[in-house]
């Protein structure tokens, strides 16, 4: 079995954990070994532990120094091990660079997008037992803290900073229109498997962008081999083989989602794109 079929094997691995049980951290690094393929895993597993080791002595000290064990200051823990002690911060210069997805690239450079920075935290903060989630904010991934009947939310891209019902509201303006206003749906936890999806979306993003479609395959294989039941990933492969001039392979996978596709919309547009797909080949 060849280096990448190990990797492929792993990552189906994962995909037969329930959500909970996957490792987010070491999925994610895993993930990125498709860039750095024979790079050991080792020394980023253990650096992601000391920072989950010290994030705890930090909140250990906070609170001997009479601090009140709430959100607030386990969000002060992680920003003083993550930014101050370790260097990490959102990438704002280069906020496009597909580095700032790979998990790999953002431990060597300490700089990535929200989500990634987010992963780190969530690995954090639950090695301490905190109730921390991430949120799939419109365009701009979130961190939530819930403790006693309290949430807060904070953002990692720029120092965890806690943002405020206002903060929250310019933002989803900002990004869906004016018209935008906050909902309980915007706060809702992703599941591990959102987080890595969301993660791998920002890289297939991108590779659209640049048209390297056999690349952009690859890493929609990537994410169907630990999401399994993601359906949608499908019509993505199938729409990717279609640009590559796959035409066969593209059919054949929009059959493969059609019969899984429920919503009415979405069944819609598969079947345009299939009765297309069949016309290229008349």
Avoid at 111 to 138: D, H, M, R, T
Wanted: aromatic fraction near 8%; hydrophobic fraction near 40%; proline fraction near 3%.
């Amino acid at each position: 079995m060849t280096e990448k079929e190990n990797k492929k094997e792993g990552l189906r691995f994962f995909g037969e954990f329930s959500d909970e049980k996957i490792p987010l951290a070491e999925t994610a690094l895993h993930l990125a070994l498709e860039n750095h393929r024979g790079r050991s895993l080792g020394p980023y597993l253990t650096h992601i532990k000391k920072i989950c080791d010290q994030v705890g002595q930090r909140f250990e000290d906070l609170i001997a120094a009479g601090a009140s064990d709430n959100p607030e200051t386990k969000i002060a823990s992680l920003k003083h091990v993550i930014c101050d002690q370790h260097g990490y911060a959102g990438d704002e210069e280069t906020y496009n660079d597909l580095r700032n997805a790979n998990m790999i690239e953002v431990i060597d450079r300490r700089k990535g997008l929200p989500i990634a920075l987010s992963i780190l935290a969530i690995e954090a903060g639950k090695a301490q037992g905190w109730e921390v989630f991430g949120i799939n904010f419109p365009g701009h991934f979130l961190l939530r803290f819930d403790q006693e009947g309290k949430r807060v939310i904070c953002d990692p891209f720029h120092q965890f900073r806690i943002l405020q019902a206002s903060d929250l509201r310019q933002l989803l303006k900002s990004v869906v229109g004016q018209d935008a206003e906050l909902s309980a749906t915007l706060y809702q936890e992703a599941s591990n498997r959102e987080i890595l999806l969301r993660l791998q979306n920002n890289i297939k993003f991108r590779q659209i962008e640049k048209e390297e479609y056999e690349e952009a395959l690859g890493t929609v294989a990537m994410m169907r081999s630990f999401a399994p039941d993601e359906h949608r990933l499908l019509l993505d492969e199938s729409v990717l083989n279609a640009r590559l001039g796959n035409i066969a392979s593209a059919i054949d996978l929009v059959r493969q989602y059609l019969h899984s596709v429920t919503d009415p919309g979405d069944r819609y547009d598969a079947e345009l794109l299939l009765r297309t797909l069949e016309t290229s080949l008349e």
